[in-house]
């Protein structure tokens, strides 16, 4: 009791100074401890309390950071593959296209090709038949030799050389002269022929003997005709871009017993 009252709690001597016995005084002093001991728990589970919501906090506060952390890398990702997706749309609308204009450039190129088929077959046909008109003319005239050699019917460039090209045969070479621009004879003969040739147009062949002849397409006007004797460098007709032509042009063929040859050879 001595120390009690010595501790001075202010509580503690009230109830020494109040109680009727000293029973009374332990049986309060009991019961002044039961509620210290019971403050002490409800003040250490307060504690407790308060350290695990501080627990709790800083676990949130990790937890809300990881799932910012990760929504920001979700949103990447998400516009990545916007990106990327709207990229596979953009290669696909462009592999499309490729393939509609490939499409169509194919459908053109056989489009083409059937037409340059159609008309080497046109001209293999002309190319007979003038081979055979030549045959029969020179078996009707003069086969003597011309004397002089062959002159160039035209002064120009050569634009388009004798020979093979998109599978056919070239049968003369091109000469690049301005429209109506006159033609003359490269030898004296017998013109053979003068008419409207399908893909030749207007076309003249003059024999000059010896199965030696010369043509001429393409001309916009004749200035002979079938039958007429001419002399070397006489006009015959006019440069023009008659029957299957792009252009004003001579076309010059030299043929030997109607085969066409590379008309260089001879000039």
């Known amino acids: 009791m001595i120390d009690i009252y010595e501790a001075r709690d202010p509580t503690i001597v009230d109830v020494i100074l109040e109680s009727s016995s000293f029973q009374d005084a332990l049986d309060q002093l009991h019961y002044l401890d039961a509620i210290a001991q019971r403050d002490k728990r409800i003040a250490s589970l307060v504690a407790t309390a308060r350290d695990e919501v501080h627990v709790a906090r800083e676990r949130t506060k990790n937890v809300r950071s990881r799932v ?44 083409q090709e059937k037409v340059l088929i159609a008309e080497a077959n046109a001209l293999a046909a002309e190319d007979a038949r ?47 002269v301005p429209y109506g621009t006159p033609i003359h004879a490269a030898a004296a003969g017998t013109v053979v022929l003068a008419a409207w040739t399908g893909g030749y147009g207007n ?6 003997g010896g199965g030696l002849a010369t043509c001429y397409a393409h001309q916009s006007s004749y200035a002979v005709s079938a039958g007429a004797q001419v002399s070397q460098g006489q006009v015959i007709g006019y440069v023009g871009s008659t029957g ?14 109607g085969n066409p040859v590379d008309p260089l050879g001879y000039l």
């Open 244 to 257: 299957h032509s792009f252009g004003a042009h001579l076309h010059f063929e030299v043929r030997i017993n």
């Open 68 to 111: 910012h952390a990760e929504t920001q890398v979700v949103a990447v990702r998400t516009q990545q593959q916007r990106e990327v997706k709207g990229q596979l749309l953009a290669n696909r609308s462009s592999l499309s296209g490729k393939r509609s204009r490939q499409k169509s450039q194919l459908a053109s190129t056989r489009d």
């Open 203 to 208: 076309y003249t062949c003059i024999d000059h």
């Open 130 to 176: 003038i081979r055979s008109r030549l045959a029969a003319a020179q078996g009707a005239t003069d086969s003597t030799p011309s004397a002089s050699g062959l002159i160039w019917p035209v002064n120009g460039p050569v634009t388009s050389p004798f020979g093979y090209r998109w599978g056919r045969l070239h049968a003369g070479i091109d000469i690049g």
